[in-house]
Nanobody, 121 residues
Framework: QVQLVESGGGLVQAGGSLRLSCATS????MGWFRQAPGKEREFVAA???????????EYADSVKGRFTISRDKAKNTVYLQMNSLKPEDSAVYYC???????????????WGQGTQVTVSS
């Protein structure tokens, strides 16, 4: 059973930054998703496993230029650096691993429990 352990959520003022972390027990492409109250879960960012130092990342248009996804292969950990946060970024953020197809979709094998991010105005 693959486990995903998320951390780093919290409360921050608009314009601030947070970094989310997600550790996993295997080597997978991984992604971050979010779900706000009353809304559907949506894609945020994803990164492939890649060979050596080669990898590919994708971002939702709403976070391009503000969020950066990265990974530490030695630690099997993926990070989401979130800068210039806005109130509309408030949501539960989920980490996922094992994409079944394109990484910018919700079709992943494994999901974390989620971590709350709240951005105050």
């Amino acid at each position: 059973q693959v486990q995903l352990v998320e951390s780093g959520g919290g409360l921050v003022q608009a314009g601030g930054s947070l970094r989310l972390s997600c550790a996993t027990s295997g080597r997978y492409g991984m992604g971050w998703f979010r779900q706000a109250p009353g809304k559907e879960r949506e894609f945020v960012a994803a990164i492939t496993w890649g060979a050596g130092r080669t990898y590919y990342a994708e971002y939702a248009d709403s976070v391009k230029g503000r969020f950066t996804i990265s990974r530490d292969k030695a630690k099997n950990t993926v990070y989401l650096q979130m800068n210039s946060l806005k109130p509309e970024d408030s949501a539960v953020y989920y980490c996922a691993a094992g994409p079944r197809g394109p990484i910018a979709t919700l079709d992943y094998d494994y999901w974390g429990q989620g971590t709350q991010v709240t951005v105050s105005s």
